[in-house]
T-cell receptor, first 116, second 115 residues
Framework: EPEVTQTPSHQVTQMGQEVILRCVPI?????FYWYRQILGQKVEFLVS????????KSEIFDDQFSVERPDGSNFTLKIRSTKLEDSAMYFC??????????????FGEGSRLTVL | AQSVTQPDIHITVSEGASLELRCNYS??????LFWYVQSPGQGLQLLLK??????LVQGIKGFEAEFKRSQSSFNLRKPSVHWSDAAEYFC?????????????FGRGTSLIVHP
């Protein structure tokens, strides 16, 4: 069964460092998402990506964040200068195989980011 | 703006007992509704979804949910809980206003199963 894969599963970094989280969405999906979950809190939407551009982003997704689909298979989330409050589980998701509503999201297992 | 409320942070049940997890939503039109489960250390797995049609939907692992428009609810049920059902359960509603199809998640309900 096709699945969304994320790397790394866990990354520890120093405050101010750049971090890149990688995702390989399901191959025929058209919509890609990043969500995050701070420990003990709700799953929060960060950004969606469709047709090689950001389609929507939340207020969390400020200038420190960027997304890219560099090679047609990977979907990356970059945090330029990490802050302590960026510590969270980051989930990648993909959906949608046609021009209609994307429907259900398929999630990866998450990348846990710890900022020290 | 759409929103999802899961009023119970924790639910404790005995194995074999029935379960109902509550979800209320706020959305201006007919929503898409989802329940996801997150086992410890795992990603989110879709249990079931409602797009249209029959308001009682069946999902995986013996779960079902009923969409009640008059109550703006989409409660998740299971007649007999197994110890392996212990996990975090998230209700989600989509699409977002403006048709961007971004599901909004509730804060989750943690299910604890006693033997």
């Amino acid at each position: 069964e096709p699945e969304v894969t994320q790397t790394p599963s866990h990354q520890v970094t120093q405050m101010g460092q750049e971090v890149i989280l990688r995702c390989v969405p399901i191959s025929n999906h058209l919509y890609f998402y990043w969500y995050r979950q701070i420990l003990g809190q709700k799953v929060e939407f960060l950004v969606s990506f469709y047709n090689n551009e950001i389609s929507e982003k939340s207020e969390i997704f400020d200038d420190q964040f960027s997304v890219e689909r560099p090679d047609g298979s990977n979907f990356t989330l970059k945090i330029r200068s990490t802050k302590l409050e960026d510590s969270a589980m980051y989930f990648c998701a993909s959906s949608g195989t046609s021009g209609g509503p994307p429907g259900e999201l398929f999630f990866g297992e998450g990348s846990r980011l710890t900022v020290l | 703006a759409q929103s999802v409320t899961q009023p119970d942070i924790h639910i404790t049940v005995s194995e074999g007992a029935s379960l109902e997890l509550r979800c209320n939503y706020s959305y201006g039109a007919t929503p898409y509704l989802f329940w996801y489960v997150q086992s410890p250390g795992q990603g989110l797995q879709l249990l079931l979804k409602y797009f249209s049609g029959d308001t009682l939907v069946q999902g995986i692992k013996g779960f079902e949910a009923e969409f009640k428009r008059s109550q703006s609810s989409f409660n998740l049920r299971k007649p007999s809980v197994h110890w392996s059902d212990a996990a975090e359960y998230f209700c989600a509603v989509g699409p977002a206003s403006g048709g961007s199809y971004i599901p909004t998640f509730g804060r989750g309900t943690s299910l604890i199963v006693h033997p």
